[in-house]
């Protein structure tokens, strides 16, 4: 939760977040509401007119049988890329932090691309490292690989045009063979969550319970969320749900049932929250990750889906500054063994 601010200074600080161009949900005081489990801190810089310059949202969380802390700020920090004395003031208090609650170690992956050598070297002389290529897709915290899509001052029919055709067509053969969609509230989650299973045992991966989805919908609101399910033959066999953030669109989770994928559902959910996005004035619409590994995609069909949309594939930073290198290592050779143990019991018991 976040501590030691004051209701004005919280909207004052969702304000800035909300217009600044590399401000994400991801840094919001909703997503570390749902991260309940953590600590929230927020870091503020002022110019010299007390107006927002830079902010950053920490997540703290302590490491089970040790007095330490792992910190870590998802798409953080924000601020102009290159505006290196405020990154530096950010960092400062960050050092303070770590020092309050003896955290070992800061993560941050900011919105900023891989590709950007000034960044890196602001960081580096704040004393960070930057994260090689990625060995293992489980221990990243945000993706590094995402797609995105351009749809800033674009009518919905410039949009449309400018995916494949490929892409296209399968959007008008879902309408073609009879797939609605229907937007669903807070009381369908259930109904989302169980597709969400079928899609996680299928495609081998960790599905959240229907608690968290709850904790989503329920900390950014309905105006800001969006869940929509694609009904084929009185049935649903597809959905996606979706976060509205400033002029920013996320598509945050989506499945789908193993049967009538042939009547291409997903393809028309996306196309139906693209045009929310544009209904909102939004210059991006965010597809999130891709099993990536060092520009290797893992997931052919995934792969394909989202670059049908001709969303660009960007490469984001991940950096991390040691505190305590004891605590470092101990992190790096258990905490990642006990989080899969963890992560296969909860399995076991049907992901509860």
């Known amino acids: 939760m976040v501590t030691n601010m004051e209701q ?4 004052e600080y969702e304000d800035f977040l909300k217009k600044h161009y590399k401000g994400h949900y991801a840094q919001s005081e909703a997503w570390a509401n749902i991260k309940s489990d953590w600590k929230n801190e927020i870091i503020i810089v002022r110019d010299e007119n007390n107006k927002i310059k830079g902010t950053m ?5 302590k490491l089970p049988y040790f007095k330490s802390t792992l910190m870590y700020a998802p798409r953080g920090p924000v601020c102009d890329i290159d505006d290196k004395e405020t990154f530096n003031k950010i960092m400062e208090e960050a050092n303070k932090l770590a ?12 919105d900023v691309l891989a590709s950007n050598e000034e960044y890196k070297e602001i960081a580096k002389k704040n004393g960070f490292k930057i994260s090689g290529p990625i060995k293992d897709i489980t221990r990243i915290m945000q993706p590094r690989f995402v797609f995105r899509l351009d749809i800033k001052n674009k009518t919905a029919d410039e949009v449309f045009f400018s995916f494949q ?7 008008r053969l ?21 597709i969400m299973e079928i899609t996680g045992e299928r495609d081998d991966f960790f599905i959240r319970n229907q608690e968290y989805f709850e904790k989503i919908y329920d900390s950014f609101g309905k105006e800001n969320i969006k869940l ?27 499945g789908s049932l193993n049967e ?32 990536m590994q060092d520009f290797e995609h893992k997931n052919e069909g995934l792969y394909r889906f989202k670059k049908g949309f001709n969303a660009d594939l960007l490469e ?37």
């Open 99 to 110: 020092k309050k609650y003896k955290s070992f170690m800061i993560k941050a992956d900011p």
């Open 165 to 171: 055709s490929k892409t296209r067509y399968n959007i």
């Open 260 to 291: 009538h994928r042939n009547v291409m559902p997903n393809y028309l959910i996306q196309w139906e929250m693209i045009q929310w996005a544009i209904e909102n004035k939004c210059t991006t619409y965010d597809f999130r990750g891709i099993c």
């Open 174 to 194: 879902a309408t073609k063979k009879g797939v609605t969609i229907r937007e669903g509230t807070r009381e369908d989650l259930k109904e989302f969550q169980e």
């Open 316 to 352: 984001f930073i991940e950096m991390y500054k040691v505190y305590n290198k004891f605590m470092y290592f101990i992190f790096e050779h258990c905490a990642y063994f006990y989080r899969d143990m963890r992560l296969k019991i909860r399995k076991i018991f049907n992901r509860k």
């Open 57 to 61: 949202s920490v997540l703290i969380r």
């Open 228 to 254: 929509l399910f694609a009904d084929y033959e009185g049935k649903a066999i597809a959905c996606a749900l979706n976060i509205l953030y400033g002029d920013k669109e996320w598509y945050l989770y989506g």
């Open 8 to 11: 004005k200074d919280i909207k």
